[in-house]
């Protein structure tokens, strides 16, 4: 199983990025998804769910109203639109593959992509 995480970089505040997630390996359709990101010296946090024909989303709130996660089921990609950046939104960024319990917790995700850096300046 392979999750490539890729889209991030150097922007200013107020920016947008769009990250992308190119999944192998597994079958993505079946599987919901979750974006998540560090900061350094902090813990992975949620950011985003979709379940698996992208009929409900959630948000952590920090994020709600800037970003927006989406699928492409055929082309088995992942995204994640990032608006409106702010320095505190710097973090590496993971997709995630869940395979069952609570969307929002770390250990209901078993498949990781190796993270794409953010970095926001002010």
């Known amino acids: 199983v392979q999750l490539q995480a890729s889209g991030g970089g150097l922007v200013q505040a107020g920016d947008s990025l769009r990250l992308s997630c190119a999944a192998s390996?597994?079958?993505?359709?079946?599987?919901?998804m979750g974006w998540f990101r560090q900061a350094p010296g902090k813990e992975r946090e949620f950011i985003a769910f979709?379940?698996?024909?992208?009929?409900?989303?959630y948000y952590a709130n920090s994020v709600k109203g800037r970003f927006t996660i989406s699928r492409d089921n055929a082309k088995n990609v992942l995204f994640l639109q990032l608006n409106s950046l702010k320095p505190e939104d710097t973090a590496v960024y993971y997709c995630?593959?869940?395979?069952?319990?609570?969307?929002?917790?770390?250990?209901?995700?078993?498949?990781w992509g190796q993270g794409t850096l953010v970095t926001v300046s002010s």
């Open positions: 390996g597994l079958s993505f359709r079946s599987h919901s």
């Open positions: 979709v379940t698996t024909d992208s009929t409900i989303t």
């Open positions: 995630a593959a869940r395979r069952g319990g609570t969307y929002s917790d770390v250990v209901s995700y078993y498949h």
